[in-house]
């Protein structure tokens, strides 16, 4: 996605955030949030693509039946590259899932908001 | 089921439950919340009496880890009769005729049970060290229950061990998804390495936190969610308690994001609760965030199967997101803590 579509994804997230959902009550503004919150993920997931991409590739080769049967117990280099990867994923649903500090040291630097 | 107050049926099926001549269903309207199943408050007029109830059915679409609405309120009967503070149970009907599905009557109790209003709203609940001592007491009660024949047949075999029992429930539920996730089957893998030793079984809630049980301005007024009790460990009830995403905004307080844990144990040993094990606590901790992630990827393809479509099914998966990290956080190589 070009930055203007993410830019319209923010835009339109703080609008249904800030603007619809103070002037609604109940289920109503519940669905507002809601909705603020899912476009505000999509924004974040589409600034995160390439970052996900990548880590994703680096995890492409794996053999979960594998991980089940005990074949990489202590595998620390398998262990770190999943980190990588979740914390992008952990970062696109809910930034403030990571502490700042998590963040800087887990996550590319363009990422390092909430 | 808008109909509910011109239900010729259900109004009598009332007056049975109820021991009264007739009755007659004066309102009711659907209650928030409930993923699983549906929820109405029902107010039933008997004679000069008035009765606030709620009636409780299967949701469009419902996970795999729920029991049906009868085992369910056998449950919760057997926990009323324990003593456990619970809505006493009026009544159920297996009759799909009534109201379309099987459904179960309760009494009505006054509270508030969301989970992120329970933890920061501390004009609820009363004294929150006394309430967390109160729900440890409620716990040990639960599990000193000793299941009566109908209840046995609804638990199944006992496991020997509820450790190995989990990891290999939420191994088939991560099949059955279809989609990898190789955060979960590393965390399981690394779980199922550090497991502890068989132990007790007792009766279980399986689903006791902050979220299922409901209270008012002095304190806990009624213990909720039956569907998912069995046997388990009695630390697996402490653990999912305890854990982490379990305490909403207040992370810091670690018994239920409500209280510090040992106001929690105490009341639970004080109550003739078993001795609280820290590292079997801790174990079922992390096994918490796993149980908790697979649940709401299980609420995700509710919504991307097509059953019940709804943003807020798609969002719940992407908590499994945050739940990842954390739980990877939690397994590095060479042993596990919460």
């Not at chain 1, 619809?20 to 997931?45: D, H, I, W």
């Not at chain 2, 009026?90 to 599905?101: K, S």
């Not at chain 2, 049980?213 to 009830?237: I, K, N, S």
């Amino acid at each position: 996605m070009t930055p203007r579509g993410i830019d319209l994804l923010v835009q339109a997230a703080t609008e249904l955030r800030e603007g619809l959902a103070p002037r609604l009550s109940g289920a109503a503004r519940y669905q507002a949030l809601l909705a603020a919150n899912a476009v505000a993920t999509a924004a974040r997931e589409a600034r995160a693509a390439p970052h996900l991409a990548r880590a994703e590739e680096a995890l492409a080769d794996l053999d979960l039946a594998a991980i089940r049967a005990g074949a990489h117990d202590s595998d620390s280099a398998l262990h770190a590259r999943l980190r990588a990867c979740a914390a992008i994923r952990a970062w696109i649903a809910d930034p403030r899932s990571l502490s700042a500090q998590d963040r800087a040291e887990h996550l590319p630097e363009d990422l390092h908001d909430t | 089921m808008s109909d509910l107050t011109a239900n010729p049926a259900l109004a009598a099926w009332l007056a049975k439950a109820l021991e009264a001549d007739e009755a007659r269903v004066t309102g009711a309207r659907k209650l928030s919340g409930g993923a699983i199943q549906e929820n109405w408050a029902l107010d039933v007029a008997t004679g000069g009496q008035d009765h606030a109830l709620v009636l409780r059915r299967d949701a469009p679409a419902t996970i795999g880890a729920s029991r049906t609405r009868a085992q369910e309120y056998a449950l919760l009967d057997a926990a009323h009769a324990a003593g456990v503070l619970v809505p006493r149970p009026v009544g159920f009907c297996g009759d799909a005729q009534v109201i379309g599905a099987p459904f179960a009557v309760l009494e009505r109790v006054a509270g508030e049970g969301y989970g992120p209003k329970v933890v920061r709203d501390t004009a609820l609940g009363g004294d929150r060290d006394a309430l967390a001592r109160e729900l440890g007491r409620q716990l040990a009660r639960i599990h000193a229950i000793t299941p009566e024949a109908e209840v046995a047949a609804i638990l199944g075999p006992r496991p020997d061990d509820p450790a190995v029992a989990e990891i290999a429930l939420l191994r088939g539920w991560l099949d059955d998804l279809g989609a990898p996730h190789a955060g979960l089957e590393w965390a399981l893998r690394q779980c199922e390495i550090h497991a502890p030793a068989p132990g007790g079984v007792v009766f279980a809630h399986r689903d006791y936190r902050t979220g299922n049980y409901m209270v008012d301005a002095q304190g806990l007024t009624a213990v909720l969610d039956w569907e998912f009790a069995g046997w388990g460990d009695p630390m697996a009830d402490i653990g999912w308690f305890c854990a982490a995403c379990w305490r909403f905004a207040r992370p810091d307080l670690e018994a239920g994001g409500i209280a510090d844990r040992a106001h929690f144990y105490d009341g639970y040993e004080a109550q003739g609760g078993r001795l609280i094990d820290p590292a079997r606590v801790g174990w079922w901790e992390v096994m918490a965030h796993i149980r908790w992630a697979v649940i709401a990827l299980q609420q995700e393809a509710r919504h991307s199967s097509g059953a019940e479509r709804a943003l807020h099914l798609q969002l719940t998966g992407r908590i499994a997101d945050t739940l990842d990290w954390a739980i990877l956080r939690m397994t590095a190589p060479g042993g596990i803590t919460p």
